[in-house]
């Protein structure tokens, strides 16, 4: 079962500056102290009141958030989807031969353009 969209995931050149323009324009703010860092990409969540924004920095060269970056431009990366069972919907995915990346997301090219994750319940 679906129960909505968790999260929407935007990469941007700066998460201080994004959250910023977030905060003054819509009184959004931080959740938790800290966010994702990996060698690629640091991520951080903000709430815009009953919304949840991710907000995805590059970290070095020839990131996963650098390359859409630099393709795209700033701007909306992917939706996430909270589910009850994770492994259904991608069990799902398979049998109808839609494309998944990691067994967490679905590829854009299998969803209209749309870079899917899909999180369980405690995601």
Same mark, same amino acid.
């Given at each position: 079962?679906?129960?909505?969209?968790?999260?929407?995931?935007?990469?941007?050149?700066?998460?201080?500056?994004?959250?910023k323009?977030?905060?003054?324009?819509?009184?959004?703010?931080?959740?938790?102290p800290?966010?994702?860092?990996?060698?690629?990409?640091?991520? /951080?969540? +903000?709430?815009?009141? &009953? @919304?949840?924004?991710? %907000?995805? !920095?590059?970290? =070095?060269?020839? $990131?996963?958030?650098?390359?859409?970056i630099?393709?795209?431009?700033?701007?909306?990366?992917?939706?996430?989807?909270?589910?009850?069972?994770?492994?259904?919907?991608?069990?799902?995915?398979?049998?109808?031969?839609?494309?998944?990346?990691?067994? /967490?997301? +679905?590829?854009?090219? &299998? @969803?209209?353009?749309? %870079?899917? !994750?899909?999180? =369980?319940?405690? $995601?």
């Amino acid at each position: 079962m679906i129960h909505g969209y968790h999260h929407v995931g935007l990469a941007v050149n700066n998460i201080e500056e994004a959250a910023k323009y977030w905060q003054e324009v819509f009184g959004a703010e931080f959740i938790g102290p800290r966010g994702l860092e990996t060698p690629e990409f640091y991520s /951080r969540m +903000i709430k815009v009141g &009953s @919304s949840l924004i991710e %907000l995805l !920095e590059p970290r =070095g060269k020839d $990131g996963l958030i650098e390359k859409y970056i630099s393709a795209r431009g700033e701007g909306i990366h992917h939706i996430s989807f909270r589910v009850d069972d994770p492994e259904e919907v991608l069990k799902k995915c398979d049998e109808k031969g839609i494309r998944t990346l990691g067994r /967490r997301f +679905i590829h854009p090219k &299998s @969803s209209h353009g749309v %870079l899917i !994750e899909i999180i =369980g319940p405690k $995601g």
